[in-house]
């Protein structure tokens, strides 16, 4: 059998709880084989963003097409993308290589508030990387930011605003309900066509919760290079980054808001 293949386009957090590096862990924890482009570094630890550096368009092209060249890509996961020119190259390579699957996390703006997505490449996103996309996974300020409205307080502006990213041209959307924090439950809502899934679990009590958005992103991607069906792959996913979650005060790692645990089925207790 062929060994699955997942690819992150993404960026690099040296503190290794998000970006490439939480990808790549959580490719390796639910059996897919990690291959990345970088798109950009930053500088950052667990409390924000002090410095990002973009890669050029023209290596992040050379990266994708030696790669695409020789690896079966069975499952691409996008995360941060810095601008608009960026998204044009990975709209670009979409459009040449055609992946079977394709995951966007529509990173804009870390936990700590720092802008991640330039304010001129939202457009850029959501006009062609959106209808390109299998499925979009914004948590609510994402949505909100893609749509040009207030983030959603009710359940009913949170479906509103499901069903509206999916007529912007993604065939599938998970919105994630984790910022409306006065909830016992973190209820995220998935679109597949005219169905609408709520998908909920206990809220869990942590400061550690870094790359979580990038972690569920991922974990959607290496369940569908595998070959879950969609409905499997998307729960499997957010029971995956509950536990991650669940077990995260146990690394001890930094001392801001630090890393979800990637390995808890293998590590136990750190």
Same mark, same amino acid.
């Given at each position: 059998?062929a060994?699955?293949v997942?690819?992150?386009?993404?960026?690099? $957090?040296?503190s290794?709880?998000?970006?490439?590096?939480? $990808?790549?862990?959580?490719f390796?924890?639910?059996?897919?084989?990690?291959?990345?482009v970088?798109?950009?570094?930053?500088?950052?630890?667990?409390?924000?963003?002090?410095g990002?550096?973009?890669?050029?368009?023209?290596?992040?092209?050379?990266?994708?097409?030696?790669?695409?060249? $020789?690896?079966?890509?069975?499952?691409?996961?996008?995360?941060?993308?810095? %601008?608009?020119?960026?998204?044009?190259?990975?709209?670009?390579?979409?459009?040449r290589?055609?992946?079977?699957?394709?995951?966007?996390?529509?990173?804009?703006?870390?936990?700590?508030?720092?802008?991640?997505?330039?304010?001129?490449?939202?457009?850029?996103?959501?006009d062609?990387?959106?209808?390109?996309?299998?499925i979009?996974?914004? %948590?609510?300020?994402?949505?909100?930011?893609?749509?040009?409205?207030e983030?959603?307080?009710?359940d009913?502006?949170?479906?509103?605003?499901?069903r509206?990213?999916?007529?912007?041209?993604?065939?599938?959307?998970?919105?994630?309900?984790?910022?409306?924090?006065?909830?016992?439950?973190?209820? $995220?809502?998935?679109?597949?066509?005219?169905?609408?899934?709520?998908?909920?679990?206990?809220?869990v009590?942590?400061?550690?919760?870094?790359?979580?958005?990038?972690?569920?992103?991922?974990?959607?991607?290496?369940?569908?290079?595998?070959?879950?069906?969609?409905?499997?792959?998307?729960?499997?996913?957010k029971?995956?980054?509950?536990?991650?979650?669940?077990?995260a005060?146990?690394?001890?790692?930094?001392?801001?808001?630090?890393?979800?645990?990637?390995?808890?089925?293998?590590?136990?207790?750190?």
């Amino acid at each position: 059998m062929a060994t699955p293949v997942a690819l992150t386009i993404a960026t690099s $957090d040296p503190s290794g709880g998000a970006g490439i590096q939480a $990808d790549l862990k959580t490719f390796s924890a639910l059996g897919a084989y990690g291959t990345a482009v970088l798109v950009a570094l930053t500088a950052q630890n667990t409390h924000g963003v002090t410095g990002i550096q973009t890669i050029p368009t023209a290596f992040i092209t050379e990266q994708l097409d030696t790669l695409f060249a $020789d690896v079966r890509i069975d499952a691409v996961k996008i995360g941060m993308l810095a %601008n608009a020119a960026i998204v044009d190259t990975v709209v670009d390579a979409l459009e040449r290589h055609r992946p079977p699957y394709v995951v966007l996390d529509p990173v804009m703006v870390a936990m700590s508030g720092d802008r991640l997505l330039e304010r001129d490449a939202v457009r850029t996103l959501r006009d062609r990387l959106l209808p390109l996309v299998d499925i979009v996974t914004p %948590n609510l300020p994402e949505a909100a930011d893609l749509l040009g409205v207030e983030p959603a307080r009710t359940d009913q502006e949170a479906e509103d605003q499901a069903r509206a990213l999916r007529e912007l041209g993604a065939k599938r959307v998970l919105l994630k309900g984790g910022h409306r924090t006065e909830s016992a439950e973190s209820t $995220d809502l998935f679109v597949d066509g005219d169905t609408l899934v709520r998908l909920s679990a206990s809220r869990v009590e942590t400061k550690n919760s870094h790359g979580t958005g990038c972690t569920l992103s991922s974990a959607i991607a290496a369940l569908l290079a595998r070959g879950f069906a969609w409905g499997d792959a998307v729960r499997e996913a957010k029971a995956y980054v509950t536990e991650s979650l669940r077990a995260a005060d146990s690394l001890g790692v930094g001392t801001g808001n630090g890393p979800v645990h990637h390995f808890h089925a293998w590590w136990g207790s750190a």
